[in-house]
């Protein structure tokens, strides 16, 4: 423990001092080790989940394994952390992890006061609340003098005192260490209602004694941008982390799948051809091959492949995309361009 916080200590510090040894080359040292480490939730249905076998799949994981796939053509190639709120930030800044793939929200302070860089957004959320349909409530702004059970250390707590106190509401903050005692104090009927991300609501939802005796608010009570995040001081690492996400999105849009990549590689059109690399050296300037994205289509898929397995109507939340639509599809998910 006190080597991990000296070491978190000295990446903190190197801010605006160059780059620091603990954080240069990670490409390097990854390809080395064989590994990718990528720090992932403990247990989110739909997002980071083992099985029976200790296997890991879920919407997270997907974006952990198609960087694998991008550096070694091989999506196994990767170990998953699971990680506390609490410990997540620590585990990339000491280097414990290589990236962090998390339902984690891009704020301001996290990109700015911890020596971490965060980006592109792989999911656009916001949080909302959940509570006994008994209750008869239609929305969050009916909850005067309830209690709210929540998850401390996080923007979520944040959020759940800025919403009450702007809207002159009074409630009981009830904190917990982890959501699933979150969750467990309020199935038990601690609290009257839970709050954290609206996806997360879908999946701790499964978790209740009587699911279908509870539901899920309308309102949106803040913005969640959900995003990778790396240490500060490797340029070439956060830009193949970044461009890892925008591929996926990307294509999803030029219609580009896992079933037929290999047939798109004769395709004439310039988008797709700059993107598979077949035209430019796209995959050289973040130490890679031509073919990286290939290799992630080919083993992940495209960004409306891995929500509809994860958290769509091939999952058991069946999250409609909604922001997370494309952008020429009535939703907000861009990707600049591999040009």
């Not at 083993?299 to 492949?305: D, L, S, T």
Request: negative net charge; aromatic residues 8%.
């Amino acid at each position: 423990m006190k080597t991990r916080i000296l070491a978190a200590f000295v990446a903190v510090c190197t801010i605006g001092g160059g780059v620091s040894s603990a954080s240069a080359a990670t490409l390097d040292r990854v390809k080395q080790r064989g590994e990718l480490r990528c720090g992932s939730n403990p247990g989110l249905a739909g997002f980071a989940v083992t099985d029976d076998k200790g296997q890991w799949s879920g919407f997270d994981v997907a974006f952990c394994r198609a960087i694998a796939a991008a550096i070694f053509d091989d999506p196994a190639k990767v170990r998953l952390e699971p990680l506390t709120a609490k410990d997540r930030f620590t585990a990339v800044q000491s280097g414990e992890v290589d990236v962090l793939i998390r339902n984690t929200t891009w704020t301001m302070s996290r990109d700015t006061q911890l020596g971490l860089n965060l980006g592109p957004v792989n999911y656009y959320d916001g949080q909302g609340f959940i509570v006994r349909s008994s209750l008869g409530l239609k929305s969050a702004k009916e909850l005067e003098g309830a209690s709210v059970c929540v998850q401390q250390g996080t923007t979520t707590e944040l959020n759940l005192a800025d919403f009450f106190r702007s809207n002159n509401i009074k409630y009981e903050p009830v904190t917990y260490a982890s959501a699933v005692e979150a969750v467990k104090a309020y199935d038990s009927g601690r609290c009257d209602a839970f709050t954290t991300d609206a996806s997360a609501l879908y999946a701790e939802r499964l978790r209740l004694t009587a699911p279908d005796d509870h539901v899920i608010l309308p309102d949106i009570i803040s913005k969640e941008p959900f995003a990778p995040v790396v240490r500060h001081g490797d340029d070439q690492w956060f830009d193949l982390v970044q461009w890892t996400v925008n591929v996926i999105i990307n294509a999803e849009e030029l219609g580009v799948t896992k079933a037929n990549v290999d047939e798109q590689l004769k395709s004439e059109n310039p988008e797709v051809r700059r993107l598979l690399g077949l035209e430019g050296n796209f995959g050289e300037s973040i130490g890679l091959p031509a073919d990286w994205a290939v290799r992630i289509i080919r083993h992940v898929g495209n960004y409306g492949e891995i929500f509809k397995a994860n958290l769509g109507e091939d999952s058991l939340l069946k999250i409609e995309r909604g922001l997370n639509r494309l952008w020429n599809d009535g939703g907000i998910l861009y990707a600049p361009p591999v040009r």
